[in-house]
C-alpha cells in the first residue's frame, strides 16, 4: 500500500499472511524540512484492533560547500572569468584576484551543490552585498571596486544550521592616474576666467579680469590622483576632490600644483595667473575718466547699465578673434554709441546670432569718423545677421566693414551682412562686402529706412534663386545719393536685382552708381506701388548681352536729371524682347517716363527702353552717342521716337517689339537677296521708310512664301507720305518660281503703301500676285506701282481683294499684270460668308496694261456685297483674253469679256466719273480689249451698274447688259466729289 500526502485515511482489506509481521509504507514528495507522524489502523473480521503511531523526520543536511565560484568583468562569466588563487576547492576558504587599475566593477557568481539544500550571502565589510536563496546559484550583479583590496565574503548556511565562510579578495591595481582635469579661481564666475590646461607641457595658465588681486586668490583642483598640494601657502596635501586651497598669492611668480597619484606617481602643473589683456575701453560724455574691459561683452554690459541720455565711445583696443553676440539694452530713452577702433582691428563673431542687435531707443555708430579701420567679421553658416536693427538707428560710417557672415541656405536667412526691421539705416561709408543669405546678400530691409549716402555694397550673393545680391528692399523709403566713384553698388549676384531688389517701397536714386554682373540685372522692382523706381541722378550699368538696367514688373520707372552726378542708364542687351529699361507689365498704364539723362544700349542689336504692354513717355531728347548711327544701315523709332540702331534690316525688323508702333528707317542704300518670309505678328505696327536718296531693294528666294506676311491685328506701311520723300523701295520676285503664297504682301491686317514703292514680280500658282488681301482686311495705296507681277491659275495678277477692302489714291498705278482667270490687275470678290470685296478709286489712280485671262482685263469685282467704285480715274489698255497659255506673254487671238472693267455674279459698280477706254498718253495701238463683250466695260448676272448724274446714282444697265463695245472707250466728269 501507498500513502501520499499528510492527514490521509486509506481504508484497505487485505489479508496479511498469518507469518508476517510488517507492513511497508511508502510516503512520497514529502515537504522538506517538516515532521510527520503516520498512523496506522488495522482491524480483524470487522473487530477494531490496536492502532500503531509511526513518527517520521526529514533527514538534516549538513553539508555548506560551495560548488563553484568565479569573477568576472563583463558579467557574462563565458569568456574569460578572473582567475581564482588558488585554483576553486570546495575545501578552500580564501581567494585572491588581482584586476587592472582600470577594472572599475567585477561580477561574482557562487554556485550551490544540486542534492544539497542551502543558502548564500555576499558581504563587503558588513554590507550584505547579494543575498538568495536559490539552491542553485547566484550572481551579484555589478559591483564598483575601490583601488587596491576589496574584500567579499560568502556565507553559506546548511539546512542544519551549519555554516561555512568563504572570502574572496579583489585587489584592483592601485591607479597611476595624476591630472588635473579642472582648475577655478572661485572669486570669479565661471565665465569671467579663461583657463587653458596643457597636460603635454603640464601648465595651466589662467586670464582673469584686469583689475584682479593676485595676492589673494581662492582655487579649486579637480583631479585624478589621491591627493594635490602646492608649493605656496597652505601648501599641505589635499585628499579631498575637488580640493580646495585659500589664498593663493600669484602675484609674484606662478605656482606648482602637484597631483600624486594612488601609486603614489607625481605630476606637477605649473599654473600663472594673470589678468586679461586690455581689450576696450568706454569713455562717456561728462566724465572724465576711461574705463578699461578686458571683454567686449564687458564694455557694452557697463554701458547698458548707465541710466539717463548718455552717448558713449567704445574703442577697441585689439583683434578679438573669438566673439560671442553682444546684447545692447536701452533702460533710457536715448542711448548713443560710437564703436571705433584705435588701429586696424577686426571682431570676428563665432558663435550663432547677430554681433550686434540694435533695439529701439539705441543709435550705435561704427566707424564714424574715426581713420582707423574697425572689420566686423562674420561666420560660416550662421543664422542671422552680423547686425541686425529692431526699431533703432544704425550708420555704418568711414572705414568700417561688414563681411564674411555666410547665412546658412536655410529658407528665410535674409540679410548677411545687415538686416533692417524696423528703424533707420544710415550708410555714410564703409563697405559691406563678401556676405551672402537667401535674399538680400548685403542689405535686408524689411521695415524702416535705408538712407545711403556714401560707401561700398559688393561682392554680396544669395543662394537657392534668391533676389537682391547687394539690396533687398521691402521697407518705406530707400535713399541713395553721392558720387558715381564714392556711392557705390557692384559686384553682387543674384537671379534677380544684382544690385538693387525693390519689393515694396520707393527707391529714389540721386547720386551713385548701381551695376550688375555679367548678364544679370542692376535694379529688378516687383513693387505693385505706383511709382517704385525714381533716378534723378547716377548711374545704373548692366554689362553683357543680357544684362537688364533696371527690370520693373508693373511700375512705372521714371528717369530724369534733377539730382547728383549725370543721369546715365546703359546696358550692352541684345535680346530684342528686352533692354537696358525692362518693363514687364500687365496693363498699359504708363510705366516708364524720361524726362532727362541718358539710357543707352552698347549693343547695336539691342533695346533702349521695352515696354511691354505699358506706355512709354519721352518728355526730353535723348543723348544717343554718334557712333550709334554709322556705319549702321536701319534705325527702330518704337513708341515716342525711341531709337535703336542696326546693321541689318532683318535684324531692326525681328527686333520690332510686340503691340508697339515702330519706324524702320533705311539709313544706306542696301539690297537683301533671297529674303526669306518678314511676318508681321503679335499686333505690331511698323512703317517702313527709306531715306532721301536711299535705296532698299528685298528680293524673295524661292519658296512657298511672301515677303511680308501681315498676320490679323498687325499693320505694315511701306513708305512716306511726306511730298519730299525720294527714297525708293522695291519687293521683286524672280519672276521663276510659282508657288501657292509666292506673293509681295499676304496681307491679313493692314497695309498701307505710299509712292516710290514698287511690288513687281511675283509669280504665284494661287491668287493676287502682287498683294493678297484678306476677309476683313485693308489695303491702302496712296501711291507707287504694281507691276509685273502673275496669277496662274487664279485670279488678281495685281490684287486680289476677298472680303477686304481696297483703296488706291493718288498717283497709284496697277500694270502689266497678268491672271489666268479673273481681274488681270486687280479682282475683288465676296467670301463664303459673302463679305464682299470693295474696290474703290480716286485722284490720278491707273490701272493699265493688265491682262485678264476670263473676265476683267484691267479689274473685276463679283459675287454678293463685292462693289466697285471709280472717282476720276483712269483705266487703260487692259485686255480679257482666253485661253492664255501656262506661261505668258503669249496671248492668243481669242478675247474674253470685259477688257477694262468685268462686273459679275450680284456685284455693284458705281461710277462718279474718270476713263476707261484706250491708251490715253496718244498711243492707239493700246486698248481696252475683249473678244466678246464689254472692250471697256461688262455686267453680267443681276449686277446694279450705277453712274452719277451729277445729283445721284442712276442705274444705266439692266442685268445681263453689256456696255461700251467699243475700242475707244469713254469718259465720264460728272463726279461733284473732291479728293479730300
Known sequence: MELEGEGKEIAFAEQLPNNKRMILVTITNPEHGYELDLTIKMSANGRPMPSYKLPIMKALYLNANLASLVVSQDGSFLLPPETLYPEFDPSERNYVVNVPEDTNYVFIRAELPEDVYSTAKLFSGNAEKANTNLTTSFDSGSIDLEYGSNVFEIVVTADSGETKTYTLTVDRELSSANIIEKFEITDFLENEVSVDIDHDENTIDVIVPIETDLSNLDVKVTHTGFSVQHNGTNGTAKTNNPAEFFDVDFSTSSRTFTVIAANEDPRSYTVTVTPMDPVAT???????????????????????????????????????????????????????????????????????????????????????????????????????????????????????????????????????GVYLNGGTFNMTGGTISGNSATNGGGVYVNGGIFDFQNGTISENSVANGGSGGGVYFAGTTFNMSGTVAGTVISDNSATNGGGIYVASGTFTMNGGAVSAPANGTAIYNSSTSNTAIRINGGNVTATGTSGIAVHSINSTVIVSQTAGPVTSISSGNTNTSRGTIFIDAANTNERVRIEGGTVSNTNASGNFVYAGNGQLTINRTLLIPVNRIHPNTVKLGTNNNFERYFTLFQTAFSSTPANQTSTITVLQSTEITDSGEFVLDSNKDIHIVVENGRTLGIILAPGNFPVFNIQIGSTLTLGSDSPLATGILTLSGDDKDAQPNRRGVFNDGTLNMYKNVTISNFYTSGDGGGVYVGLNCTFNMYGGTISHNKALD???????????????????????????????????????????????????????????????????????????????????????????????????????????????????????????????????????????????????????????????????????????????????????????
Open 282 to 416: 568706454v569713455s562717456i560724455v561728462g566724465s572724465e575718466q576711461d574705463k578699461v574691459f578686458g571683454s567686449l561683452e564687458d564694455a557694452f554690459a557697463y554701458v547698458n547699465l548707465l541710466s539717463g541720455s548718455i552717448t558713449a565711445t567704445i574703442t577697441v583696443l585689439q583683434d578679438i578673434e573669438e566673439q560671442e553676440p553682444i546684447t545692447i539694452t536701452a533702460v533710457t530713452s536715448s542711448k548713443t554709441i560710437n564703436l571705433v577702433s584705435e588701429g586696424e582691428n577686426t571682431i570676428t563673431l563665432t558663435d550663432d546670432g547677430s554681433l550686434f542687435a540694435i533695439p529701439s531707443n539705441v543709435t550705435l555708430n561704427i566707424g564714424g569718423t574715426s581713420s582707423n579701420k574697425l572689420t566686423l567679421k562674420g561666420k560660416e553658416g550662421n543664422g542671422s545677421a552680423l547686425v541686425t536693427v529692431s526699431g533703432g538707428t544704425f550708420t555704418l560710417g568711414a572705414n568700417a566693414i561688414i563681411t564674411e557672415n555666410k547665412r546658412s541656405s536655410n529658407a528665410g536667412n535674409n540679410g548677411g
Open 794 to 980: 487664279g485670279n488678281g495678277g495685281g490684287v486680289r481683294v476677298f472680303g477686304g477692302t481696297f483703296t488706291m489714291r493718288n498717283n497709284s498705278t496697277i500694270e502689266h499684270n497678268t491672271a489666268f482667270f479673273r481681274g488681270g490687275g486687280v479682282h475683288a470678290s465676296s467670301s463664303g460668308s459673302n463679305v464682299g470685296g470693295i474696290v474703290t478709286m480716286w485722284d490720278t489712280a491707273k490701272i493699265s496694261n493688265n491682262i485678264g485671262g476670263n473676265t476683267g482685263g484691267g479689274i473685276c469685282v463679283d459675287g454678293q456685297g463685292s462693289r466697285f467704285t471709280m472717282r476720276d480715274q483712269t483705266i487703260i489698255s487692259n485686255n480679257s483674253v482666253i485661253g492664255i497659255p501656262a506661261r505668258p506673254p503669249d496671248i492668243p487671238a481669242a478675247r474674253g469679256n470685259g477688257g477694262g472693267v468685268a462686273v459679275v455674279v450680284s456685284s455693284r459698280f458705281e461710277l462718279y466719273g474718270g476713263k476707261i477706254y484706250g491708251n490715253d498718253l496718244g498711243d492707239e495701238s493700246f486698248a481696252n480689249t475683249a473678244e466678246f463683250n464689254g472692250a471697256s466695260f461688262y455686267s453680267s448676272n443681276g449686277v446694279w451698274t450705277y453712274i452719277w448724274n451729277g445729283t445721284s446714282l442712276v442705274n444705266l444697265t439692266p442685268s445681263n447688259r453689256v456696255f461700251d463695245k467699243t475700242l475707244e472707250g469713254f469718259e465720264f466728269d460728272g463726279n461733284p466729289f473732291q479728293d479730300d
